[in-house]
């Protein structure tokens, strides 16, 4: 069997990706089969980092909308985020995977707090490290924490996890019957098109950074694996 193409991966989850079938909160068993699916790169050799957004509790920006101080209504998202990495961590010491979480604003009682070095040391020594709280700033979104933290561990790749999407298309194929799928993309692209992949801030720092970006679809059992190993999965965004 080949080995894996990259060495350390970024995973980025959406706050839904914990969902599974519920509407709100955390599905435990939907978050015990993310966390195998975790192992299954994981058990490869491939040190993994994870970024996880808030949105199955709230998001900052649609609770701005119903009068609360936008600043503020960030922070509640970061804290979220914050629970999601807990459960996520929760569920992959419980199949013996050893986890990091590090938080970007500081709640020492259950996280570290983010340091880069650490956290680098952490992949070294093959724990998977979850980063929380998005990036500690009010106004950026969980995605530019993905780009902007694997930058800072030089992470080879994002792995942009969809939710029954399997990669990019021209339009929402749950929508729109016959919706083209791409198979491959230029950052250009993604903010010229505006194909809702991520947010320009992101993708223009992954551009930059020309940190190739793979979504796919991360309820196919074994995608992520494969994404890992380098075979042809989903929507490959690159310079």
Do not use: C, W
């Not at 990706?17 to 068993?29: Q, Y």
């Not at 699916?37 to 996880?52: D, N, S």
């Amino acid at each position: 069997m080949a080995g894996p193409k990259y060495r350390r991966v970024l995973l980025k989850l959406s706050g839904e990706a914990l969902l599974g079938d519920r509407r709100f909160g955390i599905s435990p068993e939907y978050t015990r089969y993310l966390a195998e699916e975790i192992r299954g790169v994981h058990e490869l050799g491939v040190q993994v980092a994870v970024v996880i957004g808030g949105g199955n509790f709230l998001r900052g920006a649609a609770v701005a909308e119903q009068g609360i101080e936008e600043a503020t209504a960030h922070y509640m998202g970061m804290l979220a985020m914050v629970i999601n990495a807990l459960a996520l961590q929760s569920q992959l010491e419980a199949i013996k995977i050893p986890t990091r979480v590090q938080s970007a604003i500081e709640i020492r009682e259950v996280a570290e707090p983010y340091i880069r070095r650490r956290a680098i040391r952490h992949l070294e020594k093959d724990r998977v490290v979850i980063f929380a709280a998005g990036t500690g700033n009010p106004f950026f979104t969980s995605d530019t924490a993905a780009a902007l933290r694997a930058a800072e561990i030089d992470a080879e790749v994002i792995l942009m996890a969809k939710n029954k999407v399997d990669g990019v298309y021209d339009a929402d194929p749950r929508l729109v019957p016959g919706a083209k799928k791409y198979a491959e993309l230029t950052y250009q692209d993604l903010l010229e098109k505006r194909l809702g992949v991520m947010d320009t801030t992101a993708a223009a720092l992954a551009g930059d950074r020309k940190i190739p970006i793979i979504v796919f679809d991360i309820s196919m059992q074994g995608a992520l694996r494969r994404a890992a190993l380098g075979e042809p999965v989903g929507t490959l965004v690159h310079a």
